[in-house]
T-cell receptor, first 110, second 113 residues
């Protein structure tokens, strides 16, 4: 079974626009991670945010975490065609394994 | 440096056959994970090794699935009496320690005819 749900399931934007993806989860966590997956490839780790953190930045990525609402968001600013991929959130719900959401498929048009 | 390597990249076999999928993790990574990913879904956890031992195998769907990591490095996922429902991409990931970011291989696409 999958712990998280990403929203929206699919997102299409133009280059230069911002993309926002949301993730909701069900049980308490130690940390939440975001991964990217290009078609036919493995997942690439983007950013990890701990349960006691509220916001984290990495380059054009901004992640927020609201543990009271059990939700997180990933913002990609000034998107590029190369950002086209599926994006997944993953939570550990206080164990050593990751439970992934269903993913958001992002399409960035040049 | 080398990333996580999975072989074969594709495997097509008949229903009822036995298959082995191999994962070479990043050197020095103590944690190794196996996931299964169906089309349009996120990866689904199967099993996690810390060193040589399976620390959590709660995701293995039934006793046809088994995995080993005898020397704490390379791991093999074994599926007996394959069924068409086993068709999926099997992903392997490694991490320096558990609860650290995971590094994924490109997966083995398994097709059961």
């Amino acid at each position: 079974s999958q712990q998280g749900e990403e929203d929206p399931q699919a997102l299409s934007i133009q280059e230069g626009e911002n993309a926002t993806m949301n993730c909701s989860y069900k049980t308490s966590i130690n940390n939440l991670q975001w991964y990217r997956q290009n078609s036919g490839r493995g997942l690439v780790h983007l950013i990890l945010i701990r349960s006691n953190e509220r916001e984290k930045h990495s380059g054009r990525l901004r992640v927020t975490l609201d543990t009271s609402k059990k939700s997180s968001s990933l913002l990609i600013t000034a998107s590029r065609a190369a950002d086209t991929a599926s994006y997944f959130c993953a939570t550990d719900h206080n164990t050593d394994k990751l439970i992934f959401g269903t993913g958001t498929r992002l399409q960035v048009f040049p | 440096g080398a990333g996580v390597s999975q072989t074969p990249s594709n495997k097509v076999t008949e229903k009822g056959k036995y298959v082995e999928l191999r994962c070479d993790p990043i050197s020095g990574h103590t944690a190794l994970y196996w996931y299964r990913q169906s089309l349009g879904q996120g990866p689904e956890f199967l099993i996690y090794f810390q060193g040589t031992g399976a620390a959590d195998d709660s995701g293995l769907p039934n006793d046809r699935f088994f995995a080993v990591r005898p020397e704490g490095s390379v791991s093999t996922l074994k599926i007996q009496r394959t069924e068409r429902g086993d068709s999926a991409v099997y992903l392997c990931a490694s991490a320096l320690y558990s609860n650290q970011p995971q590094h994924f291989g490109d997966g083995t696409r398994l097709s059961i005819l």
